[in-house]
């Protein structure tokens, strides 16, 4: 069965959140006898609502291009992307895209402000913008910051505004492109234990990016691993299936830490789907 349609009787009754049919991105090059680079070609994939799902890679294989097509930032060159049952066709609120730098918090502003920001462009009432951003910072921990400059707090913390920003505005889906890749291992480390909780909080349907398989076994329900470009495609889904919180030392967890690594290193060659145990 192919990637985009796995064997994964526990989770296919559940609505859909995203489903990428066909999906092909080719960008084109300016100059004469230059060919276009095809980026993703024939990309299948369904990722159920709540459902936390990793897409692993190694550089260059398209994982960002995914992402910015799954936010509406890309236009598919064929194919498409369902956000519950409707056509993908620019930015939409309701998928929140978390980036891997802090460059996209304010400077100018603090952080409540930063936390603020969206709703203010949206028109959101006074009253139900402090209500929101009181209730994302006890979530992400930063209360006692709220009003500190991103100068004068660390980078976890910034990626904390970062990620209170985006659910102040209370998206379906939370869009994460390497959200960690900055930041120091022990940071890393709590960050992900964060962020996991955040999710099982509010049980929002993340698409998260990493080429950090660790990262991937600790916060995925199962992880798509994409092929190397170009013509990238997703070469193989694994319902990784451990009980959380995850443990680094347990046989299982190192049995599929081995299974992904082989899957980025070349693998089969074949889409397939697998569940652990």
Known sequence: MGAGNPRLTDTQA???????SGLSKMFLRSGPGLEGYCALEGIDLTINDGEFFCLLGPSGCGKTTLLELIAGFETPTEGQILNFGHPVIGTDPERGVVFQTERAIFPWLTVEENIAFGMVMRGIPPAERSRRVEQNLRLVGLDNYRQNFPHE?????????????????????????????????????????ELSAIWTSTKKTIVFITHDISEALVLADRVGVMSRGPGARIRRIIDIGLPRPRDHLTPEFARLFNLLEDEIEGGSGHDSAVKAG
């Open 14 to 20: 559940q609505p859909q959140a995203l489903v990428i």
């Open 153 to 193: 707090i660390s980078g976890g913390m910034k990626q904390r505004v970062q990620i209170a920003r985006i659910l102040a505005n209370d998206p379906k889906i939370l869009l994460m492109d390497e959200p960690f890749a900055a930041l120091d291992a022990q940071t890393r480390r709590r960050m992900q234990v």
